[in-house]
């Protein structure tokens, strides 16, 4: 049962609980940090911490507070031109590639921006004759800032590791990586179903629910090891055009593109680098890091494909184990792990690659109003990974979820599982 179902005294309490948990949760992924940490902008893909948390509050008051609280006032009104990130529907804002750029406002006064909206958001929901699209809102809203939760531990991870001091984020240890042989499921060819079903949220993308004709594949259970990737390095495989598509040949001569994104070759001997700091390369541990060019390049040089979309749908659903048991449960910062260590995972330890493109499904239809502009815009010379990974929320992921990067990103949790064609 969703909330839709709640009475109105219910909802008001699971929205209250369900905003204070996951505004905490933002917060506490940012205790590590040093105030120098905040500010810094290695990337034009990367987002300076304290700008995420001025966003993900910047959304809660244009979209909830501002069109619903007719006495409310902004907190500040020149945040709604730095923290507005790509609404064109909501104004002129700052560019994405200068945000670190701003050394102002500090994080001590984001802080308190956050405070305050959050203030004006309980005395809000403590009224409980809030109207319901305030609710449907609010909903979109959490799980807006719990993407931007794993785009936190993404960009921390880029921050730290352009850093050539390799700061630890995290001083605990792990265990490595346990050695699985790979596995194949296979599916028969016919009619699936495929997209949203049901109560729950999912975002416009996602719907509708529809029919996909499939042919017969097998799909690998684990996915691709940095073992068997750093196979793929030994044999040439960055050196070698026949196994790349044009556009990532060029990528990777343009770039010097040699090895996934945090390996380092120290005097002969691979290592990678964590949130934990620089460690031995964990040959068992799924490769993570890796761009779309590189994982087709993979999938090639072994005589397999990247699965569609689809093709991943498919065999998550049909897959026996709760589809967030291989999640993290990062409630508390103590217990995320940001290192995927764990190749026993069917998902859930790396976005993977499929080889469709990302658009709008068969009857798609995007949310109306600013948020219009919330996926449908994106859908563009970007590739769609599925299933989740070490830094998405416990209860954010779902496996109809399409997430979408383009193909030379790589900063993200991606990895590489394999199909192929039944003959």
Known sequence: MTWLHLSLHEKARYFTGEYHRIREHTTALCTNLKAEDYTVQPSCDVSPPKWHLGHTTWFFEELILVKNVPSYVRFDEQYRYLFNSYYKSAGEHWLQSHRGDLSRPTVDEIKRYRKYVDKHMQILLSQELVNESVYRFLEIGLHHEQQHQELI???????????????????????????????????????????????????????????????????????????????????????????????????LKQHGIKSPLYWREIEGQWYEFTLYGLMKLDLNAPVTHVSYFEADAYANWVGMRLPTEQELEIYMHADSVNLNQNLVNAETIGQLIMHPNNSKARFGQVWCWSKSHYSGYPGYKPYQG??????????????????????????????????????????????????????
């Open 153 to 251: 531990m993404m960009d921390i991870k880029y921050i730290f590791g352009c850093n050539p001091l390799a700061p630890t984020y995290f001083d605990s240890h792990f265990e490595c990586a346990q050695r699985v042989e790979s596995q194949w499921c296979s599916f028969t060819e016919g009619l699936y179903e495929i997209g949203a079903e049901g109560e729950g949220f999912a975002y416009d993308n996602e719907k509708p629910r529809h029919k996909s004709y499939s042919y017969p594949f097998i799909i690998a259970d684990n996915t691709v090891t940095n073992g068997e990737f750093l196979s793929f390095i030994e044999a040439g495989g960055y050196d070698r055009a026949e196994f790349w598509l044009s556009l990532g040949w060029d990528w």
């Open 370 to 423: 600013m948020l219009t502009e919330y996926n449908g815009k994106f859908m563009c010379n970007q590739f769609v990974l599925k299933g989740g990974c070490v830094a998405t929320p416990a209860g954010h992921y779902r496996h109809s979820y399409r997430n979408f990067y383009q193909p030379h990103q790589r900063w993200m949790f991606s990895g590489i599982r394999l199909a192929k064609d039944i003959e």
